[in-house]
Structure formats: structure tokens, C-alpha cells
């Protein structure tokens, strides 16, 4: 196993920034590891226009740190009375790059979602014809349903039935969890791709109640059995080109993750390329990083792959224990506090 590896740099493909103070102290984590990012919509009140998508990046790029070299990618987030004309326009002048489908009270800021998928028939019928990606929160949200299979049901019922009827759409199925996902998009052809996280390839149930209630490791979808984790991996590191990297880094206050009713979210911008290269050296599958961190990902979006190179070598890296938000607050990261194996020893960004 070599002990240094450069790869293309990597971009993110799933990624929280959220705005203000925490956008400023998030970012640099971000856009010191990765080129690009495709930023989430799901602020309050959630990005909808090619305007406010417009405005959305330009407070990123001004919280970028001197230096940076990162291109954040903006999506349209998707509501019942989206507008076709209106999106197209948006992904026709570079406002958007995708657009994001949560189903309503999926998640976290997701209450302004699609209430019904057959409520966007139209818009998703646009977006097909001028192959503009849909970035799918896969997860139905009857309470009926176990929160475990909520994936599996999503796929059942919402996204094999939207492949049929639409086969040209291009589709990132986010933040996979399960067997099923996988499954789904291995045999689902060329127009479906998913993203898979850090902590979904490191974390079983498990996690959530080792030794107590563990309030970092809740993240939604939630993360699974062995079975599924093991399915994650196997396809992460296999170097199928339908499987790139998105961290789906989604950074809380400890304020809000420590309390009665914590939210999702797991923040691992802090540590991301090094888990993802601690993760592939243990499945024996360092090689095959830099397909899913630097290449599958901008093929599948149509875009060049980044010019510069990361250099990682197994070394020693401690994850920060908390991330100061503001005067009263933190966020805390991922393995706060935790050593791993490997660190970012150089980047050209060339
Ligand atoms: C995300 C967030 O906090 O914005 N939370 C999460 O648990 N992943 C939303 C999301 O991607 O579901
Ligand atoms: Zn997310």
C-alpha cells in the first residue's frame, strides 16, 4: 500500500453551507479540500430563484478565505409551484446547476417542499429535455412507514415509477444508505448517479446509541444496518462510475444537536478528503479515490474535471473538537477530537 497518493482535486458533489456566521466559519474547511461544491438550497427562506441563487453565491464567494480557489455550483430548490420557464431560464444563464427535490418535512428546512412529485410533472419534463440533473432526497415521509425503509419505499414507489416515465432525466440519487439505493442505481443506466457520505460508509445504527444517545451520528436519511453500510462501500470503492463523493456536510450549532429535539446533520467538512482516504485505504481501494472524489463526479455533471492535485499522505491528522460559530456558540465536527490516518500534505491548484 504506498503511503502518498495524488489524486486530481476533489470536488464535492453534496454540501451545507448555510449563510452568515456559519457560512464564514464553515467555507474554509470546504474550499481548502475541494474545487467545487454543489451547494444545497435548503436555507430559510430556501434559494427558489436564479435570483437569490445569484445573490446566495456571491456571499459565498465574499466568505471565501484570501487564496481560495472554489467554484460553488447553486441549485434551485424545488417547490410545489415551481416554474419551468422560470428554471430553465436559470439553468440556461449558469444561475443553477441542478435543482433539488426534497419531499416536504423530509428534512431539515424542507417544509416548503414538494408536497406530491406529480405536483412538478412539468417542470421535471423541462428539466429532462434540456438535461438539467435532479438532485433527489430520497426518503418518503408517511410516518406510517419505519424511518429505516423510507428510502427503500422512496425508491419503490417514487423514483423506479419517475425513471420510467421520464428515462432522459438526469438523476443524482443523494446521499445513498441502503442496499436497495445502490441496487437501483447500478442497474438504473447512464442518466442515474448517487453520492455517498463519509459517515454513511463509516457508521451503522449502532452509532447512534453506542454506550448512550449519541446526538452527532443522527443524520437524515439515518444510517443503516452492517448489510447496508457494507453495500455503500463495496460500491463507493468499486470505481463504478455511477458512485462519486458528496459529504452531505450539514453543520448544526452544538446548541441545537445537544438538546430535547436535535436536529439532523453531521458536520465532517473539517476532515472529509481524510476520512473518504482512510475509508478507501482499509477496503484496500486507494487507487480507486480518485475516480470517486475527482472523476465520476463532473462526468456525470458534463463538466471538466479540476486542474489541480491534492497530495495526501498516511500520516497523523487530528480532527478539530468543536468549530467556533460565534460568541456563544460551536459546531462540532465528525470524530471531534479523533486522530486519523492519513493527512492533506499538498495541493496544487493550478
Ligand atoms: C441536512 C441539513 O441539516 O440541512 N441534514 C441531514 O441530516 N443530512 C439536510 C439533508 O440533507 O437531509
Ligand atoms: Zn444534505
Redesign the pocket.
Known amino acids: 500500500m504506498p503511503d502518498r497518493l495524488t489524486i486530481r482535486r476533489p470536488d464535492d458533489w ?1 454540501l ?1 453551507l448555510r449563510d452568515g456566521a456559519a457560512l464564514k466559519a464553515v467555507l474554509p474547511y470546504t474550499a481548502h479540500q475541494f474545487g467545487r461544491a454543489i451547494v ?1 438550497p ?1 436555507l430559510s427562506p430556501p434559494i427558489t430563484t436564479a435570483v437569490a441563487a445569484q445573490a446566495y453565491r456571491a456571499r459565498i464567494i465574499a466568505a471565501l478565505p484570501a487564496n481560495a480557489d472554489f467554484t460553488p455550483l447553486m441549485t434551485a430548490y424545488l417547490t410545489d409551484d415551481s416554474d419551468a420557464d422560470a428554471l430553465a431560464a436559470g439553468f440556461a444563464d449558469g444561475a443553477f446547476v441542478a435543482a433539488k427535490l426534497y419531499p416536504a418535512h423530509a ?1 431539515t428546512n424542507s417544509a416548503a417542499g414538494v408536497t406530491d412529485i406529480r405536483n412538478i410533472d412539468a417542470v421535471l419534463e423541462r428539466m429532462a429535455e434540456i438535461g438539467m440533473p435532479l438532485l433527489i ?1 430520497g426518503e418518503v415521509t408517511d410516518h406510517r412507514v419505519d424511518i429505516f425503509d423510507r428510502e427503500a419505499v422512496f425508491i419503490d414507489t417514487i423514483l423506479l415509477p419517475l425513471m420510467s416515465r421520464l428515462p432522459t432525466l438526469r438523476i443524482v440519487f ?2 445513498a444508505t441502503t442496499e436497495h439505493a445502490v441496487t437501483c442505481v447500478r442497474e438504473g443506466g447512464a442518466n442515474i448517479a448517487a453520492t455517498i457520505t463519509p459517515h454513511h460508509l463509516l457508521l451503522n445504527r449502532n452509532a447512534m446509541f453506542q454506550g448512550g444517545i449519541q446526538p452527532h451520528h443522527y443524520c437524515l436519511p439515518i444510517v443503516k444496518r452492517e448489510r447496508h453500510r457494507l453495500a455503500l462501500l463495496e460500491s463507493a470503492t468499486s470505481g463504478d462510475p455511477h458512485f462519486f463523493l458528496g459529504t ?1 456536510s ?1 453543520p448544526h450549532a452544538v446548541s441545537a444537536k445537544e438538546t430535547v429535539c436535535g436536529c439532523a ?1 453531521i458536520f465532517n467538512a473539517p476532515s472529509a478528503i481524510e476520512n473518504y482516504a482512510e475509508i478507501f485505504d482499509a477496503a484496500g481501494a486507494l487507487d480507486r479515490l480518485e475516480a470517486f472524489a475527482s472523476i465520476n463526479g463532473p462526468r456525470f455533471y458534463g463538466l471538466p474535471v479540476n486542474a489541480g492535485s491534492l497530495t495526501l499522505e498516511r500520516a497523523p491528522s487530528v480532527v478539530p473538537a468543536l468549530v467556533k460559530l460565534d460568541d456563544r456558540d460551536a459546531i462540532r465536527p465528525f470524530r471531534a477530537g479523533e486522530t486519523l490516518g492519513w493527512s492533506i500534505v499538498e495541493e496544487d491548484l493550478s
Open positions: 453534496h451545507h444545497m435548503n428534512t432526497h443523494e446521499h452531505d450539514a446533520g
